[in-house]
C-alpha cells in the first residue's frame, strides 16, 4: 500500500449522491474508505473531503493535489483542469477516453481489473511529474476546444448558426 510505504497524505473526494434515478452514493463509499484506512492505522493521514458542489471550491482544493485517482469523469476533469495529473480507475469508457484526449491513456485501468489499481497507483505517483507536464502541455488546446464547442452550442441555441 502506497500510504503506508511513503507517508503520503489521502484526501477522499464524493461527488456523487444518490436523488431521483441516480443511485450511486460516493458519500457511503468515501466513508467506508476511510473507516478502512483508518483500521488500518492511517486516520490520521487520511481525510474527507467537505464536499462543496461548487467547481472552483473543488478545483482549489484538488489543485493542492500531487496526483488525483479517479472513477468518476467530472472530478477527474476539474482536476485536469486545474493541473493535477489523474489516474483513472474506468467502470465506463468515458474515463478512458478522457484521459487519452490527455495523453493519459497508459493512466488507466478497468474497475473490473483491481488487482491493477495499487501498481497504477503507483506508477503514476512516480510518474506524476511528467504527467503534470502533459496536462500543461495539452491542457490549452483541449481548453479552447471546449470553448469553440460551448460557443457553437450558444449559437445554434440561439438560432444565430447552423451546426456545421
Given at each position: 500500500?502506497?500510504?503506508?510505504?511513503?507517508?503520503?497524505?489521502?484526501?477522499?473526494?464524493?461527488?456523487?449522491?444518490?436523488?431521483?434515478?441516480?443511485?450511486?452514493?460516493?458519500?457511503?463509499?468515501?466513508?467506508?474508505?476511510?473507516?478502512?484506512?483508518?483500521?488500518?492505522?492511517?486516520?490520521?493521514?487520511?481525510?474527507?473531503?467537505?464536499?462543496?458542489?461548487?467547481?472552483?471550491?473543488?478545483?482549489?482544493?484538488?489543485?493542492?493535489?500531487?496526483?488525483?485517482?479517479?472513477?468518476r469523469m467530472h472530478s477527474a476533469v476539474l482536476a485536469l483542469n486545474a493541473g493535477v495529473?489523474?489516474?483513472?480507475?474506468?467502470?465506463?469508457?468515458?474515463?478512458?477516453?478522457?484521459?487519452?484526449?490527455?495523453?493519459?491513456?497508459?493512466?488507466?485501468?478497468?474497475?473490473?481489473?483491481?488487482?491493477?489499481?495499487?501498481?497504477?497507483?503507483?506508477?503514476?505517483?512516480?510518474?506524476?511529474?511528467?504527467?503534470?507536464?502533459?496536462?500543461?502541455?495539452?491542457?490549452?488546446?483541449?481548453?479552447?476546444?471546449?470553448?469553440?464547442?460551448?460557443?457553437?452550442?450558444?449559437?445554434?441555441?440561439?438560432?444565430?448558426?447552423?451546426?456545421?
Amino acid at each position: 500500500l502506497l500510504v503506508a510505504e511513503s507517508g503520503l497524505r489521502v484526501r477522499l473526494y464524493a461527488t456523487n449522491a444518490p436523488l431521483g434515478m441516480n443511485a450511486m452514493d460516493d458519500v457511503a463509499v468515501v466513508s467506508e474508505m476511510h473507516r478502512r484506512l483508518a483500521e488500518r492505522g492511517f486516520a490520521d493521514r487520511c481525510e474527507i473531503f467537505d464536499w462543496n458542489p461548487s467547481p472552483d471550491v473543488f478545483m482549489r482544493d484538488a489543485a493542492k493535489c500531487d496526483l488525483f485517482v479517479a472513477t468518476r469523469m467530472h472530478s477527474a476533469v476539474l482536476a485536469l483542469n486545474a493541473g493535477v495529473p489523474v489516474a483513472g480507475v474506468a467502470y465506463e469508457e468515458k474515463m478512458r477516453g478522457l484521459l487519452e484526449m490527455f495523453e493519459l491513456g497508459e493512466y488507466v485501468v478497468d474497475i473490473e481489473s483491481p488487482g491493477s489499481i495499487p501498481d497504477l497507483v503507483r506508477r503514476a505517483y512516480d510518474l506524476r511529474g511528467d504527467m503534470r507536464k502533459t496536462v500543461e502541455r495539452v491542457g490549452p488546446e483541449i481548453r479552447e476546444r471546449a470553448s469553440r464547442a460551448m460557443d457553437l452550442t450558444a449559437r445554434v441555441v440561439a438560432g444565430v448558426g447552423q451546426a456545421d
